[in-house]
């Protein structure tokens, strides 16, 4: 909120050295042009804040109201346009747009599950390259860093996906994006070179804290799958989580990103971070 106070006691103060010497400044905020407004709640959105902060300026009146809405979602809107232009593959990268301020706070990305697709045929690498096969991008990085009650990452089945040929459990993941993930959660310490050598050989990294409050991760699952393929894709997924639950025990509390997880039975797990 600093920011808005210097924006608007800087407009304050040029409009006090204009006026005549007996003239008593209004102190209305709906007073000030449109483009200081806009500018203002411009600076209240996730990417500065939570929306919690900012619930004032929605008991101003309607007017402020409804321009806060309209400015706000218009520059959230152009900051996950940005994300997506620096989207390095063919297949787009898919992310809700929010339509409200109520859906400001929750975003929900979509990956073209082809090009992270596990189920590879047995002509594909072999068993050991398979951590290799996927990552994050680092266009993704600032979805990260935005201050929201939840973040969910999940995929889309496009025309490039091929149902898998066999059922080996290192197959249904994508374990390199599951490493990554991983390491946003518990960045891997320099000392140890014994329980996470593959963590600590990914690119992907946060340039600014995690605060996001709830990360939600949607494995891929065919609708057309069978019940057995379903379970099978669940305990693969939450057996890598599980045997990562480990390493976030060692952590030291205040060193701890996650402070709970858990998954559902509709194909997702979630965690829940300190921030």
Known sequence: MSLILIVADKFASQQMDQMPGNAIPSKSFTNLPPEVRNAIYSLCTPVTGYMQDFRGLLLVSKQVRAEYEHEAVNTMSKFLDRIEKEWPHELELRIQRPTA??????????????????????????????????????????????????????????????????????????????????????????????????????QFRLERPMRVRRLRYHWAIPDHSSSSFRTYVEKANTGFFLSEVKTWLWQEEEDNVVRNWGSSSNGTVFFDINV
């Open 101 to 202: 301020l109520s859906t400001l706070q929750y975003i929900n990305v979509r990956l073209p599950v082809s090009i992270y697709d596990p189920f590879k045929p047995d002509s594909a690498e072999e068993v050991d390259d398979v951590p290799s096969l996927s990552r994050l991008e680092p266009c993704l990085k600032p979805l990260f860093s935005l201050c929201l009650s939840e973040l969910s990452l999940g995929y889309y089945f496009d025309d490039g996906y091929r149902s898998p040929s066999v059922m080996l459990t290192s197959r249904l993941l994508p374990y390199g994006l599951l490493l990554d993930l991983t390491n946003i959660l518990t960045p891997p310490s320099e000392s140890d070179n014994f329980h996470c050598p593959l963590r600590k050989s990914r």
